[in-house]
């Protein structure tokens, strides 16, 4: 009887164990996100960011998006790419567009890795809007809208942050359902 109970003590504490170190993260994509992975290899594994893993490959953006960061990605999902006019994304992926698109892609990113909890403080703390400086050189407001973080972009288009706090080797992910567009 006591080594059954010792041997149900072990396996419960390394099935807690495995959970707290595998189970951080939510499922992005039907995928499990590995806190020990970079964003690109994580990406790379969310069936609802084949749109985006092929927009930063067009755009040369990989390795980038692979170093050491740490970085913020507000990542958006095939369906955010659905939401822009037919042709847009097959356009931008062109050799001749890398320059447009990796603007595109760069309005996704901040240089520095910020969890939800401390974009939500940033917005209290700024009466309800947090201006967000992006690598792309564009701005984006971040505010609440009950307790869902909300993006605007330059163009006036609203994102939601959908999934939060994805945890990367190299920063962080936040899911959101819109592309983020600098000024045109």
Known sequence: ?????????????????????????????GAEMLDTRNIVENAVNSADHTTLVAAVQAAGLVETLQGEGPFT??????????KLPAGT?????????????????????VAASAMSDAIGQMIADDNGTHPVATVGGCTLNAKMDGDKITLTDEMGNVAT????????????????DTVMLPKM
């Not at 990605?73 to 955010?80: D, E, L, Q, S, Y």
């Open 1 to 29: 009887m006591k080594l059954r109970m010792t041997v149900a003590i072990l396996a419960l504490s390394t099935v807690t164990a495995f959970a707290e170190s595998h189970g951080a993260n939510p499922m992005v994509g």
């Open 73 to 82: 990605v507000f990542a958006p999902t095939n369906a955010a790419f659905e």
């Open 89 to 109: 994304v097959e356009t931008l992926v062109m050799p001749e567009n890398k320059e447009t698109l990796t603007k595109i892609l760069t309005c996704h990113v």
């Open 161 to 176: 942050v959908t999934i939060a706090d994805v945890k990367q080797s190299n920063g962080v992910i936040h899911v959101i």
